[in-house]
């Protein structure tokens, strides 16, 4: 899946994924995929501006 190699990518350069905003068959695919687990509940955000708050805290 492309947002698992994303993902990995970002990991390997000491980033972190944030995902805002994903509509609920996103979050579905994610689930049933496993990268929701891999990414991790956490990296999830409402908006926009959660994500970068997140990502820059």
């Known amino acids: ?24 068959d996103l979050r579905e695919h ?3 995929t496993g990268l929701t687990d891999v ?3 956490d990296h999830f955000h409402p908006t926009v501006v959660a994500a970068v708050a ?3 805290a």
């Open 1 to 24: 899946d492309a947002v698992a190699e994303v993902h990995a990518g970002c990991l390997a350069r000491n980033i972190t994924l944030e995902v805002a905003r994903a509509t609920a």
């Open 30 to 32: 994610f689930a049933s």
């Open 39 to 41: 990414i991790g509940t």
């Open 54 to 56: 997140a990502a820059t």
